[in-house]
């Protein structure tokens, strides 16, 4: 799985496209408005790449998917207020095309420099993105000479811009590597794949089960222990027979969270105490209660202070520890207690030498509420992606990039 990278290849004078995920939050959704991004984080992440690869004196063709446009027609999802930002972060310009392969890109590539930077328009405004069209991804390889690929975000999907390019660009016999995000992402969460350190803590929380069954399974298989909270721990509390009021419970769940309990009651951490409000509102009235005595007209929306004890406890003396999902409803502060309570324990286990591992959307989101992502061993860019890969599947982005 060792995947070549930027730094393994000779970047001078060469043509490189980019495969970044510039896939960022945008101001509005109406194309009569200014559009503008509202959160650039994505956009720093593929700094080092870029600034690499310039550095090396290369020209640079990047590209990305922005949103879910249905087709070139929704222009609310032109690549023109990244443009705008990356030349700011930058401080140098950003040539704008408004296709994603075509004559006026070839035109524009043909007249790049050593230091350029061209930015492609949204690579779903095509339909062969996601349908992974040969044509498509050949018409990509055809404008450089090197592929890189930094969109750690998207690898878990077979697209034109992320797998097929990479084969495309194999096939005309240039090389396919990863940028720097991408192998950072790769090697720190490879730390909890391959050969990972024990004791080994897995925590678990967020909204769904459904969506995590075969995480939660490769988990118990590798981990020495599993934590669970959030939204989740609440089916568990209801498969082993306790009330748990209005709170969100996947009944479909139950019979897999019975058989997990059966077979892996050992290593599985349960809430023993939790936040329970009437409402999912700022301003409501909430209590603490032992679970057992969550009152039937109120629902779970934090773990409690025994709860956030026993899972300190738990993490003492762990080697690694990997954390997926939100404890409770961390949007809310007044239900966001626990979840900053255990970034906190986590923070500082980081800085006793734990390799402290976070992934999924919500969860990276929630450690940068906290102020404590740089604490961290490593926050995933990649919600989907990092679950995918903690999973143990293989990502097609990753796969069909050149091995070392
Ligand atoms: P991630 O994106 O990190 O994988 P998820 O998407 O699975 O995490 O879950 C995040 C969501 O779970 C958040 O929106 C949070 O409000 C919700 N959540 C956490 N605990 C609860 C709870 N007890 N009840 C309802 N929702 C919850
Ligand atoms: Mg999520």
New binding site residues.
């Given amino acids: 799985m060792e995947k070549q990278t930027i730094k393994d290849i000779d970047l001078s004078g060469k043509k490189v496209l980019t495969r970044v995920d510039f896939n960022v939050p945008l101001s509005s959704q109406d194309p009569n408005e200014d559009i503008f991004v509202t959160d650039d984080t994505r956009i720093l992440a593929a700094i080092p790449t870029i600034n690499f690869i310039l550095n090396e004196g290369a020209s640079l063709i990047l590209c990305s998917h922005l949103g879910r446009p249905r087709s070139a027609n929704d222009t609310q999802f032109a690549m023109r207020p990244v443009a705008l930002r990356l030349e700011e972060l930058l401080g140098r310009p950003v040539i704008r095309v408004n296709e994603v392969v075509g004559s006026e890109v070839s035109e524009a590539v043909d007249k790049m420099q050593a230091g350029q930077i061209i930015l492609l328009e949204n690579t779903r405004f095509l339909p062969g993105e996601k349908e992974n069209d040969p044509d498509l991804a050949h018409k990509l390889a055809l404008l450089a000479d090197v592929y890189v690929n930094d969109a750690f975000g998207s690898a878990h999907r077979a697209h034109a811009s992320t797998e097929g390019v990479a084969r495309a660009m194999r096939a005309k016999g240039g090389p396919a590597v990863a940028g720097l995000l991408m192998a950072k992402e790769i090697s720190a969460l490879s730390k909890a794949v391959l050969n990972p350190a024990h004791p080994y803590v897995a925590i678990l ?4 089960i459904a ?2 069954i075969i995480l939660i399974e490769n988990l118990l298989r590798v981990a020495d222990r599993l934590l669970i ?6 089916t568990f509390l209801k498969a082993q027979g306790y009330e748990v009021g209005d ?2 419970v996947e009944e479909e769940a139950i019979p897999e969270a019975i058989r997990l309990l059966e077979t892996e009651s050992e290593k599985i951490l349960l809430p023993v105490d939790a936040i329970v409000a009437g409402e ?1 509102k700022a301003d409501t009235e909430v209590a603490e209660v032992t679970i057992g005595d969550v009152p039937a007209d109120k ?4 773990i409690g202070l025994v709860t956030i004890q026993h899972f300190n406890g738990a993490l003492q003396g762990a080697k690694l520890v990997v954390w ?8 809310i502060q007044r ?1 966001a207690a626990g979840t900053n309570a255990l970034a906190t324990i986590l923070a500082g286990l980081a800085s006793q030498g734990t390799e402290v591992i976070v ?8 450690v940068a509420q906290a102020g404590l992502a740089e604490r961290m061993s490593h926050v995933s860019t990649g ?1 989907g992606a990092s ?1 995918q890969f903690l999973e143990g599947k293989s990502l097609p982005g990753i796969e069909a990039l050149d091995d070392k």
């Fill in positions: 929380g967020g909204a769904k969506d995590k909270g959030g939204g989740m721990a609440n709170s969100l999912v629902m779970i929306l934090d997926n999902g939100p404890m409770g409803v961390f949007e239900f992934g999924g959307g919500d969860s990276a989101a929630a919600g679950l």
